[in-house]
């Protein structure tokens, strides 16, 4: 079974970006989806959006302006940046794995707070 | 974008059966949908229960069951245990667009 990581700034600055990074361990990196998700206070699950390994992007509509997802095969990471950050961004932001319309692995989550 | 539907809330008593529904804007949801459902419990990660609308993982308890329903993927719990207490969330895929869109979760109590 994969092992995902996520990682970076628990804290971020209205108007800055946000930036998450998930490692992958126990598997590879190669081929299949990787998405990010994000669960806001006290709300429900949302699909941010996911990357190919290939580095083909797919995003939600109402982020995809402020959202950018890269991957970095080498090192076996893919991150998710997110612009314009506003207090309506804190979360816990999620990484997770996608094989054949499949979601099978999850990171633990990393909380996102943000705030002056 | 499309929204996806779920039972805010829904109460189950220990031993019995309770079926959770998720219900697409656009219209039917298909197989194409590849519906996934996952659990959440309080502090922790989701995990992943069904795929594919009736999929199981390996670590998917036996009780647990997915099913398309009158155009709606449901996710039916048999016999729930105390521990089944948990939000579910449903997971729907739209190819037109290569999306994926969350339902708004149901809140499950066993009481």
């Known amino acids: 079974q994969v092992q995902l990581q996520e990682s970076g700034p628990g804290l971020v600055k209205p108007s800055e970006t946000l930036s998450v990074t998930c490692s992958v361990s126990?598997?590879?990196?190669?081929?299949?989806?990787w998405f990010w998700v994000r669960q806001s206070p006290g709300k429900g699950l949302e699909w941010i959006g996911r990357?190919?390994?290939?580095?083909?992007?797919n995003y939600n509509p109402s982020l995809k302006s402020r959202a950018t997802i890269s991957i970095e095969m080498s090192r076996k990471v893919f991150s998710l940046k997110l612009a314009s950050v506003t207090a309506a961004d804190t979360a816990v932001y999620y990484c997770?794995?996608?094989?054949?319309?499949?979601?099978?692995?999850w990171g633990q989550g990393k909380l996102v707070i943000v705030s002056s | 974008q499309a929204v996806v539907t779920q039972e805010p809330s829904l109460t189950v008593s220990p031993g019995g059966t309770v079926t959770l529904t998720c219900a697409s804007s656009?219209?039917?949801?298909?197989?194409?949908?590849?519906a996934n459902w996952f659990q959440e419990k309080p502090g922790q990660a989701p995990r992943s229960l069904i795929y594919?609308?009736?999929g199981k993982h390996s670590w998917t308890p036996a009780r647990f069951s997915g099913a398309l329903v009158g155009g709606k993927a449901t996710l039916t719990l048999s016999g729930v245990q105390p521990e089944d207490e948990a939000d579910y969330h449903c997971?729907?895929?739209?190819?037109?667009?290569?999306?994926?869109?969350f339902g708004g979760g149901t809140k499950l109590t066993v009481l």
């Open positions: 594919g609308t009736s």
């Open positions: 656009t219209g039917a949801v298909i197989g194409a949908s590849y």
């Open positions: 126990s598997g590879s990196i190669s081929s299949h989806y």
């Open positions: 997770a794995r996608e094989v054949n319309w499949k979601v099978d692995s």
């Open positions: 997971l729907l895929y739209y190819g037109d667009s290569q999306v994926w869109v």
């Open positions: 990357i190919y390994y290939n580095g083909n992007t």
